[in-house]
């Protein structure tokens, strides 16, 4: 046993100890206890990026004692770029298996979730309708009446009140710019009635889906903002903030003619990042200019880097050089 070996297993208690009383010896000991032992003689504690319990560190560590430690050998230079190779060839298949399982995952997670959006949606629609319908029903006076009854109150309607009607389930009184005649609204409405008003049903379907659209969109657009925001505090460093703003010199940039002063037009403009001034009060902090032929203007303007995003020329040749974080400056 090298010195090193002897050294560790001494501070450690366990030279001369069988394997057995290793093994009651580590048993004794705590969770920071176990990981700082495992540390001292390199053995791995961790398992994608999962801790491991007592019972597998203390296995891992015999596993280890009985190869003689190999981690505490000494390795050549080209022993150690091929061993750490090898463990970067191994970490990536690992985070690539890891990111497909985890693609998976997520995409089970938003089926659930979408089938319980429709499920929750179709339940909160269902009572919406039979509530509109109850209340049309009570209204016009159609609860518990046969079709043929409910035609002769219609026909004894006005044409006013039949529009009003119509227009409650959802039915269009003018299809084609024209109006409809007392007996095509109707016939109409009968259609309706023995088809389970589907024009209603299909208009508060649509609603609810708008406004749970709307709910996730915002929700979507929170967790948006608060990611940038966190990625923008690197930023709030001058030096930083100077540093991301000289890297897109050289930048090519398609800009509409709307705007150069005097001119109007959505035309896009050949520019390019000229230069930057990092403590322009009003966040134009990217200088540009025009590249076109001499009839377009060579003055400079100042840009903010959000409109620099919006406006990079992404077919540029070297665009994929440049770095446009989304942060903000």
């Not at 690992?94 to 399982?101: E, L, P, Q, S, V």
């Not at 008003?197 to 749970?212: F, I, R, T």
């Not at 398609?254 to 230069?275: A, D, L, T």
Request: aromatic share 8%.
């Amino acid at each position: 046993m090298s010195q090193d070996k002897l050294q560790l297993e001494t501070k450690h208690h366990l030279h001369g100890k069988s394997d057995q009383e290793v093994g009651d010896l580590m048993r004794s000991m705590s969770n920071g206890e176990l990981v700082a032992l495992l540390k001292d003689f390199k053995v791995p504690y961790c398992h994608k990026r999962k801790r491991l319990k007592a019972c597998e560190m203390i296995e891992e560590f015999k596993k280890h004692r009985e190869d003689g430690y190999p981690r505490l050998k000494r390795e050549t230079p080209e022993e150690t770029r091929s061993r750490q190779q090898k463990d970067a060839s191994a970490h990536a298949a690992a985070r690539k298996k890891d990111t497909r399982d985890q693609k998976s995952n997520r995409q089970q997670k938003d089926a659930t979730a979408k089938d319980a959006t429709a499920l929750r949606i179709e339940k909160k629609v269902s009572v919406q309708f039979d509530d509109r319908l109850s209340a049309l029903d009570s209204k016009y006076g159609f609860q518990g009446k046969s079709n043929v009854e409910v035609d002769s109150k219609l026909r004894s309607m006005p044409k006013g009140k039949l529009v009003a009607l119509l227009n409650s389930i959802k039915v269009p009184c003018h299809p084609y710019y024209q109006r409809l005649t007392v007996d095509g609204m109707i016939d109409v409405f009968m259609k309706q009635r023995e088809g389970k008003y589907p024009l209603l049903w299909n208009d508060l379907m649509d609603e609810s889906k708008d406004a749970s659209y709307r709910y996730y969109a915002k929700k979507q657009k929170r967790f948006g903002d608060a990611t940038r925001r966190a990625a923008s505090v690197k930023y709030e460093n001058k030096e930083a903030k100077k540093k991301l703003l000289q890297s897109l010199i050289g930048l090519k940039l398609n800009v509409p003619e709307h705007w150069w002063q005097g001119r109007r037009g959505i035309k896009k403009w050949k520019c390019v990042v000229e230069s930057i001034n990092s403590n322009d009060i009003d966040g134009r902090y990217v200088i540009i200019k025009c590249t076109e032929d001499d009839a377009y203007p060579e003055d400079r303007y100042g840009m903010s880097y959000e409109a620099v995003k919006e406006y990079a020329d992404v077919e540029q040749d070297n665009f994929s050089s440049f770095d446009l974080p989304d942060v903000e400056l």
